[in-house]
C-alpha cells in the first residue's frame, strides 16, 4: 500500500502494532461552548429555530423575567337543583320566622282528649227540637181531640214521649211446620216482652204479662170465641192466638220469617193495647153517635205504629236483619192491613216512640 503523507495538520498518523501501514482518523472537534453559532445580525430573519441552538444555561439567562399573569380557575356551573334547592331554603326560612311572629301574639292551646278542636263557632239559638230521653215521662201538652176520642187521644199510649230502647232479638231458625212456627213465636215473645217491658214503665204504664196460644190439631175456645187453625191471628183479653196453618197454607207466607213474626208483633201490640186500657176506652168510644166512622181503622192502625215501634227497636241486632225487617213491613202494610198502614208502620219504626202512633187526633 502507498504511504500517506504526515504533513496533513487535520490528521494524526496511526502505526500499527505490526510496523504495518498507518491509517490516520481527523481530530475529534472541541466543542465550542463560548459562543451561539447563530449569526451575529440578530435583527435579520432567523435561519431556523432560535431556542433550539442555543445552550439551556444561556437560554433560561435570556428568558423574560416576567411571566403572564395564571387566570384564576372558573368556578364549576351550577346545576338548576341547586337553585331549586336554595329557594326552598329562603322560603322555609321566611315561614319560621312568619310563624314564630304568629306564636308570639297566640300562644298555642293545648287540647285534652275528646275536647273539640274545629273551627270556632260562634252561639246559635238551641234547637226547636230535640231527642227526648229514653225514659221520659208522659207528654203534659198531648194534642187535643175532641168529643168521644179525647180520650184516646190522651192515654199514656197515644201521648208517651219515652222511646224504646235498640235490643237484640234472638230467633231459632225457623221452619214452616206447626211445631217449629210455635217455638218461633216462644222466642218472638221474649223479645216483644224485652221492649214493651221497657216501654211502658217508662210511659207510666205498668208492664202487662202478655200470654201467648198457638193453635194446632183443632179449634181453640178463648173468651173471645174460638180460634180454629185456619182463622186470622187475633188476640183476646191480652192473649195472643197465632195459628200456623192459616199463615202457612191460606196466606202462603211459605218460609218468610219476617212475614210471622210481623203479624207476631201487630197481635202483640193489640194485647198491649188491652191491657194498658186503650181498648175499653175505645169500646166506649165506638158507642158514642159522635163517634167517627173509621175508628176501627184507627185503632188498627195504631196497633200497627206500635209494631213499628218494637221493628225499629229490634232492626239490625240479633236474628231481626235486613230481610226480616223488610218482610215484616211488606205483610203489615199488604194483607188485612187498615188504610195508610205503611206510613204508620215507618212512623213507628223511625221514632221508636209511642206519640208518633197517636191516631186519634
Given amino acids: 500500500m502507498g504511504q500517506h503523507s504526515t504533513d496533513d495538520p487535520e490528521r494524526t498518523p496511526f502505526t500499527g502494532v505490526d510496523g504495518g501501514p498507518t491509517m490516520a482518523f481527523p481530530p475529534e472537534p472541541q466543542p465550542q461552548l463560548d459562543s451561539p453559532t447563530v449569526a451575529e445580525d440578530l435583527t435579520g430573519p432567523p435561519t431556523g429555530p432560535i431556542v433550539a441552538t442555543w445552550a439551556f444555561d444561556d437560554l433560561l439567562q435570556s428568558a423574560p423575567a416576567v411571566w403572564p399573569e395564571p387566570k ?107 211445631g217449629t212456627q210455635a217455638r218461633f213465636y216462644q222466642a218472638a215473645k221474649v223479645c216483644a216482652d224485652t221492649g214493651f217491658g221497657g216501654l211502658l214503665p217508662a210511659s207510666g204504664l205498668d208492664a202487662p204479662a202478655i200470654q201467648l196460644v198457638t193453635v194446632q190439631n183443632g179449634p181453640k175456645d178463648t173468651p173471645c170465641g174460638a180460634v180454629a187453625p185456619t182463622d186470622p191471628a187475633t188476640q183476646c ?62 185503632l188498627a192502625q195504631q196497633a200497627t205504629c206500635l209494631a213499628g215501634v218494637a221493628s225499629g227497636a229490634m232492626a239490625g241486632l240479633g236474628a231481626v236483619d235486613s230481610n226480616i225487617t223488610n218482610e215484616i213491613r211488606e205483610r203489615l202494610s199488604t194483607t188485612d192491613a187498615p188504610p195508610d198502614a205503611g206510613s204508620w208502620l215507618e212512623k213507628g219504626s223511625g221514632s221508636r216512640e209511642p206519640d208518633s202512633c197517636n191516631t186519634w187526633v
Fill in 72 to 178: 384564576p380557575p372558573r368556578p364549576p356551573a351550577r346545576k338548576p337543583g341547586f337553585y331549586v334547592s336554595l329557594t326552598v331554603a329562603v322560603m322555609l326560612a321566611i315561614g319560621l320566622v312568619a310563624a314564630l311572629v304568629v306564636l308570639s301574639f297566640r300562644p298555642p292551646v293545648t287540647h285534652t282528649a275528646g275536647e273539640a278542636t274545629g273551627v270556632h263557632i260562634p252561639n246559635l239559638p238551641p234547637p226547636t227540637h230535640s231527642t227526648p230521653p229514653e225514659t221520659s215521662a208522659p207528654s203534659s201538652t198531648a194534642p187535643q181531640a175532641d168529643g168521644p176520642l179525647a180520650g184516646l187521644a190522651e192515654h199514656p199510649l197515644s201521648t208517651s214521649t219515652a222511646t224504646m230502647a235498640p235490643f237484640a232479638c234472638a230467633l231459632p231458625r225457623f221452619d214452616p211446620a206447626d
Fill in 237 to 298: 183479653q191480652g192473649t195472643v192466638y197465632m195459628t200456623p196453618e192459616r199463615l202457612r197454607d191460606v196466606e202462603g207466607l211459605d218460609r218468610y220469617p219476617g212475614k210471622y213474626f210481623g203479624v207476631f208483633l201487630r197481635e202483640y201490640a193489640e194485647a198491649v193495647q188491652y191491657a194498658t186500657g186503650l181498648t175499653e176506652l175505645y169500646e166506649k168510644a165506638k158507642k158514642s153517635p159522635d163517634a167517627p166512622g173509621d175508628i176501627a181503622d184507627r
